[in-house]
């Protein structure tokens, strides 16, 4: 008997019970069960596009986010900004076993970061974290993504002129 393992999308090691019997002359009745243990090679990750880029103020980046396997359930990954003056972030992704909109969970999903036009005139760095829950991916972590906002205000000269006269009355 030969048992071959089936590639499929989900992380889940699988127990099969296979049940045999034969039959005819002196093997009636005879019957056994053997049990094979599928070893899955899948992993269970989300695969990103990108962790860093430089953007302009009043600009976006984007990366794309995708589940590396079949989920349980519904998976949310939640986008944060640590300095939403100088960047914004997609607020949540999510990603399900089947969609009747036609997104599932093997589709890549896209975050936008846009640069945020203030008035200071330095080059910020914002890191945007990844916060992941359901579908049996709540241990999964991502890798920050780290956008280096660049300024578009001009610099202007700090250094000062001046001049100046001086009369002197007897």
Do not use: C, K, R
Request: no cysteine; aromatic share 4%; glycine share 10%.
């Amino acid at each position: 008997v030969t048992v071959t393992g089936v590639n499929d999308d989900d992380a889940t090691n699988e127990v099969v019970i296979i049940s045999n019997s034969a039959s005819g002359e002196d093997y009636g009745g005879v019957s056994g069960n053997f049990t094979a243990t599928m070893t899955d090679n899948d992993t269970v990750g989300i695969t990103q596009s990108a962790t860093s880029a430089t953007i302009g103020e009043a600009g976006t980046g984007t990366y794309t986010a995708v589940l590396n396997t079949l989920p349980t359930g519904t998976v949310t990954v939640t986008l944060s900004s640590n300095n939403t003056n100088a960047a914004t972030v997609t607020g949540t992704l999510t990603f399900e076993v089947n969609d009747d909109n036609g997104l599932i969970w093997s589709d890549a999903q896209t975050v936008t970061v846009t640069g945020v036009n203030d008035a200071d005139d330095g080059n910020e760095t914002v890191t945007i974290s990844h916060s992941i829950a359901g579908g049996g991916y709540g241990a999964v972590t991502m890798t920050n993504y780290i956008a280096t906002i660049t300024d578009d205000d001009d610099v202007t000269d700090p250094s000062i002129t001046s001049s100046a006269t001086a009369s002197v009355v007897e």
